[in-house]
């Protein structure tokens, strides 16, 4: 059993170990928790990959599933390792939730967009703008989020660049966040990394009428070990949802295969880029 680099992947693999050895050992969460003397939620959430078991809880949890040898070690280390801060926890504040840590291990993205550039695209101005139409009216949060969003982008370049394919709806073009001069920055920027080996950008034009997942954004993370599932992450105005079942990873991977056909080509998409760009600067 190998350890990924990212806390958040190793918290992850490490309570889907938990739960695979706790039902090999025949017991129910209710079990474990009378057995340990905790309450059921702290079981839960260490399952969930919501906490870290403590040191003594870790042991407990072995002693009682007969796990030991180098199984056992190996989940010390990973126990620990996954203790470890990246640095999106010094953005606890302004970066909820377990995406970050989790792009920060992938491989790759599969992004799809109808309204907004991907915050791995955007310029700071954008982002600016995109943070303050989100109702955040205290001038350090906004730039704590931007500065996160901008450090995010570190994984678009280097010897182990993230590979990402987004497909973007027109929309999100021609939606003038910022105002006209913002956006025409932010779209020489997409056409900037249009051209990267490991980035693909496609566009969705409005002549391509109603498509097969139009209007639900959605991500999907591929992890450079077969032992971390695809994890899928869909947005929403009541938060982030992540679904890991392979029959339901499977089914948005097919409603992103269908996104891209119905998308124009990397090339032909480009010229798209560049077209709304002259359109928004005004040329």
Do not use: C
């Amino acid at each position: 059993m190998r350890t990924g680099r990212s806390p958040t992947v190793r918290l992850r693999r490490l309570s889907g170990e938990l739960t695979r050895l706790r039902r090999e050992a025949g017991y129910s969460r209710e079990d474990v928790a009378q057995r340990l003397g905790v309450a059921g939620s702290t079981v839960y959430r260490i399952e969930t990959g919501h906490t870290r078991p403590q040191s003594r809880t870790m042991r407990d949890l072995l002693d009682l599933y007969g796990v030991d040898g180098t199984e056992r070690e190996a989940l010390l280390a990973l126990a620990r390792d996954a203790g470890r801060r990246g640095w999106w926890h010094a953005f606890g504040d302004v970066l909820p939730g377990p995406y970050v840590g989790l792009e920060a291990e992938a491989a790759s993205v599969r992004n799809y967009e109808p309204l907004l550039v991907p915050g791995l695209f955007q310029t700071e101005s954008y982002a600016r703008a995109v943070v303050g139409a989100a109702l955040v009216k205290d001038p350090a949060e906004t730039e704590r989020r931007v500065t996160a969003r901008m450090e995010r982008q570190r994984r678009l370049t280097g010897p182990d660049a993230l590979e990402l394919w987004a497909v973007l709806d027109e929309a999100a073009l021609r939606r003038p966040v910022g105002g006209p001069p913002v956006m025409a920055e932010q779209l020489r920027r997409l056409g900037e990394l249009a051209v990267q080996p490991n980035v693909t950008i496609q566009v969705l034009p409005f002549d391509a009428g109603a498509y097969l997942g139009m209007g639900n954004s959605m991500a999907i993370l591929t992890f450079p070990d077969p032992e971390d599932a695809d994890v899928v992450l869909l947005e929403n105005m009541g938060g982030e949802l992540y679904l890991e079942k392979p029959e339901h990873v499977r089914g948005y991977v097919q409603v992103f295969d269908h996104l891209r056909a119905a998308a124009l080509g990397p090339e032909k998409s480009i010229g798209k880029i560049e077209s709304v760009e002259k359109e928004m600067a005004g040329r």
